[in-house]
């Protein structure tokens, strides 16, 4: 997530490459997002330049917008929530930006359980 008028704005996608050359919010830890960037970091030899911590989606939206760093976020979060005035979101091309989330239950769930309607109905 970018400011309008920022130089990445416009562009169709971005790699890691260019995400380590801009001042980024950090998610607060633990979240799938931050541990997945601090990783790639890591493999990187790299460092993530973290302007500031914010605690909420909100505050993503809020210091983005005023120009204090990127925010990276969930697509389906963007989705959901956004668009959000003044600001664009730019896909990450990366493998490791794309991922899959899988449901499993046993096998001997009975059908008339919570857990066998909720998986029923992910699987839709």
């Known amino acids: 997530m970018v400011p309008r008028d920022h130089r990445l704005a416009a562009s169709k996608c ?3 490459d260019d ?3 801009e ?3 950090q998610l607060p830890a633990g979240t799938d997002v931050q ?5 790639q970091a890591r493999l990187a030899g790299a ?3 973290i302007s500031y911590r914010v ?3 909100d505050a993503a939206v809020a210091m983005t917008r005023a120009g204090h760093g990127l925010a990276i976020i969930p697509r389906s979060s963007w989705e959901s929530l956004g668009p959000f ?3 664009a979101i730019v896909p990450i091309e990366e493998s490791w930006s794309h991922t899959q989330l899988l449901v499993s239950m046993r096998k001997s769930q009975p059908e ?3 857990g066998f309607r909720l998986f029923s109905e992910l699987a839709d």
């Open 19 to 21: 995400l380590l050359r």
């Open 23 to 25: 001042e980024l919010l």
């Open 85 to 87: 005035q003044g600001l």
């Open 47 to 49: 460092k993530l330049k």
């Open 55 to 57: 605690g909420s989606l």
């Open 35 to 39: 541990q997945i960037l601090d990783e």
């Open 14 to 16: 971005v790699c890691f």
């Open 112 to 114: 008339t359980s919570p």
